[in-house]
């Protein structure tokens, strides 16, 4: 998934979204992210360690999605 994929919600835009829906698309997306590296990382990173970051994974996709249209 792409931040230009994410980017649109639907006919809208994510920057018309309130905020609680844009936060929603974030995390959604940091879930795939972590889902992503669990499947793939073979050096044994944790659930746990991942879900620890969720919070900082989806504040720096909200930052990129704010300034992708």
Known sequence: ?????????GENS????IPAAQRGVAVGAALELIQS???????GTSLETELSKL???ADKIQAALATAE
Not at 14 to 17: I, T
Request: hydrophobic share 35%; net charge positive; glycine share 0%.
């Open 55 to 57: 919070s900082q994974y």
């Open 37 to 43: 590296r669990i499947a793939t990382d073979s050096t």
């Open 1 to 9: 998934m792409s931040i230009e994929a994410i980017s649109k919600v």
């Open 14 to 17: 994510y920057r018309k979204l």
